[in-house]
């Protein structure tokens, strides 16, 4: 069950951040832009990139659970 999610989890982490290179956000954390709210960059794109992982692996579990 850990192989599983820590596998999703991956897969999901790197899915988000290709989605933010699509998007322009490596570009604008390079250039120094800063999202809203004047956060730290770092921080704002790690936790985006977390999340999409958090995201994957979760429900890998619950589909691994249903099936």
């Given at each position: 069950?850990a192989?599983?999610?820590?596998w999703?989890?991956g897969i999901?982490a790197?899915?988000?951040?290709?989605?933010?290179?699509v998007?322009?956000?490596?570009?604008?954390?390079i250039?120094?832009t800063?999202?809203a709210?004047?956060t730290n960059?770092?921080?704002s794109f790690?936790?985006?990139?977390?999340?999409?992982?958090?995201?994957?692996?979760?429900l890998?579990?619950v589909?691994?659970?249903?099936?």
């Amino acid at each position: 069950m850990a192989r599983s999610f820590t596998w999703w989890f991956g897969i999901g982490a790197l899915l988000t951040l290709s989605v933010l290179m699509v998007q322009g956000g490596v570009r604008d954390l390079i250039d120094g832009t800063h999202p809203a709210g004047g956060t730290n960059p770092y921080l704002s794109f790690g936790t985006t990139i977390f999340g999409g992982g958090l995201l994957a692996g979760c429900l890998a579990l619950v589909m691994k659970r249903i099936g």
